[in-house]
């Protein structure tokens, strides 16, 4: 039996199913640390994102702060912060919430700017209020790139939660760490899979939400835009040309 195989008969072995360590223990975990992560950076991204977006403030600086905060090492500031803070879930959160507002923020200013300005100034021209006009249109609008960016903040977030575990903080990377620490190379590759597994998931998941995300109009007026674009591509196709002989 190779490598792969054992790893997966691992995950279904019945002594890893139970008890405090089991796999879905583990794997509950890694999802609240995920969920909470990730609802915290969109509280603190999308707001700033959208007035970025709206107001066309601040994008050179948002950029180059997100840009500083993707260079920084997560494990060494996880660490640090397990120093300051001590062990717990905190460190670990804060750190993977300093990872996911780059993306999230990301998507949402660009998702904003992204917008026809013609859009936008025929929204106004109809008396709508600065509040309606984001409300209304801009939101709408942005939010498959909105959703795009949580999609990619949610993957970092799910990869990089394994190093919760390098402070005892719960979360499949356990089975990582305990693994390398008795050189159980088998188990190392059984929580890697799980690992692999959910973020594929979650993958699926978040690309069905964006592509619902799309408005049913810019849905509609795209797919109408290309059928009428065919239609006079072949209609000059068939126009006979000027001056030639049938």
Do not use: C
Not at 97 to 126: C, F, N
Not at 159 to 174: D, E, F
């Amino acid at each position: 039996m190779n490598l792969f195989a054992q790893g997966v008969a691992w995950i279904f072995a019945p002594e890893n199913n139970t008890g405090s360590n089991a796999i879905l223990v583990r794997l509950g975990e890694h999802l609240g640390i995920t969920f909470v992560t990730v609802l915290i950076a969109i509280v603190i991204a999308v707001p700033l994102g959208l007035v970025i977006g709206h107001t066309g403030k601040g994008r050179s600086l948002a950029v180059g702060i997100s840009g500083g905060i993707r260079a920084l090492p997560t494990l060494g500031v996880l660490t640090l912060l397990a120093l300051w803070i001590g062990l717990g879930l905190e460190a670990p959160i804060i750190s993977l919430v300093i990872l996911a507002i780059p993306s999230i923020l990301a998507g949402t200013y660009s998702g904003v700017e992204a917008i026809d300005r013609v859009t936008i100034d025929a929204a106004r021209a109809q008396g709508m209020t600065a509040w309606q006009v984001l409300g209304r249109v801009e939101i709408p609008l942005a939010l498959p790139l909105i959703v795009g960016g949580i999609r990619a903040a949610v993957l970092q977030v799910i990869a990089t939660a394994t190093l919760a575990a390098y402070i005892n903080s719960g979360g499949l990377g356990g089975y990582a760490f305990s693994g390398l620490a008795n050189s159980d190379y088998v188990e190392v590759l059984g929580g890697s899979l799980l690992v692999i597994a959910l973020a594929i998931v979650s993958e699926i998941v978040f690309a069905a939400l964006q592509r619902l995300a799309v408005p049913a109009g810019v849905s509609a007026g795209t797919s109408g835009d290309a059928r009428r674009s065919t239609r006079r591509s072949g209609s000059r196709a068939q126009t006979p040309v000027e001056g030639t002989t049938p």
